[in-house]
């Protein structure tokens, strides 16, 4: 079994939607939880940490079920420039490596 | 001014050589990563280095080999290069553990032929 497992999608979503996705993890000793952004051949980047009260950025919300042990990421008002694939990450306690799913494929259409 | 920069960027060399991929950060972050990121997407971790120190190596073929002469640079050096070798190779570093992300530069996109 994947330590964190995604829907791939893709989602397509009109411009001004709402999606959200969740992510799976398998070790309930991980610790931290992110949500990283990956655009067509370029590098992941940080979006969003996710917090065990949960938490928003904008038009980003994070959710984090540790009964569950599942996380969740909703887009509100969907952009153009939203259109990529989210990598949800673990962490577990004190170690240097992240473990990543293998990505939500978005695309918002106009 | 780049936080974590690798070079190359694109790599087409062919099967049998060796070549040699470079990593720098400007952080001051005192952990660096190589990851591999393959065809089907998925980012896996090869190695670590804390302060100079390999602290992670994952089950990679020892063709791979990595070397950090100081805490700002991992360099990452490949023997007779295969097929399935192709693939993204990502450097990253973090300050301490993973606990607060990292930062990714921008990728070695390698293709052997």
């Known amino acids: 079994r994947k330590e964190v497992e995604q829907d791939p999608g893709p989602f397509n979503v009109p411009e001004g939607a709402t999606v959200a996705f969740n992510c799976t993890y398998s070790?309930?000793?991980?610790?931290?939880f992110f949500w990283y952004r990956q655009d067509c051949r370029k590098e992941p980047k940080l979006l969003m940490s996710?917090?065990?009260s949960g938490n928003e950025d904008g038009r980003f919300t994070a959710q984090l079920n540790r009964a569950s042990q599942y996380i969740s990421l909703l887009i509100r008002d969907s952009k153009l420039s939203d259109s990529a694939t989210y990598l949800c990450?673990?962490?577990?306690?004190?170690?240097?490596?992240?473990?990543f799913g293998a990505g939500t494929t978005v695309t918002v259409r106009a | 001014d780049t936080a974590v920069s690798q070079t190359p960027k694109y790599l087409v060399t062919q099967m049998g050589n060796d070549k040699s991929i470079k990593c720098e950060q400007n952080?001051?972050?005192?952990?660096m990563y190589w990851y591999k990121q393959d065809s089907k997407k998925f980012l896996k971790i090869m190695f670590s280095?804390?302060?100079?120190?390999?602290?992670i190596n994952e089950t990679v073929p020892n063709r791979f080999s990595p070397k950090s002469p100081d805490k700002a640079h991992l360099n990452l050096h490949i023997n007779s290069l295969e097929l399935g070798d192709s693939a993204v190779y990502f450097c990253?570093?973090?300050?301490?553990?993973?606990?607060?992300?990292?930062?990714f530069g921008s990728g070695t996109r390698l293709t052997v032929v």
């Open positions: 990450v673990v962490n577990n306690a004190n170690d240097y490596k992240l473990s």
């Open positions: 952080l001051g972050h005192d952990t």
């Open positions: 996710v917090y065990s």
């Open positions: 280095y804390n302060n100079k120190e390999l602290i």
């Open positions: 990253a570093s973090s300050q301490g553990t993973g606990g607060r992300g990292y930062t």
């Open positions: 070790n309930s000793a991980s610790q931290s």
